[in-house]
């Protein structure tokens, strides 16, 4: 299933964390996944 990404938000904390907003699109279900890299 494909991935729309709705918001590309980078948030950066002392540690230079960043998290992706993934939004999964399915026929009536939103997800929304977090990224987190660290």
Do not use: A
């Not at 299933?1 to 992706?20: A, E, G, H, Q, W």
């Not at 939103?30 to 890299?37: E, G, H, L, M, Q």
């Amino acid at each position: 299933m494909p991935y729309i990404v709705t918001k590309f938000t980078f948030l950066s904390l002392r540690n230079r964390d960043f998290i992706y907003f993934v939004v999964e699109c399915r026929p009536f279900i939103f997800r929304i996944k977090n990224y987190v890299f660290t």
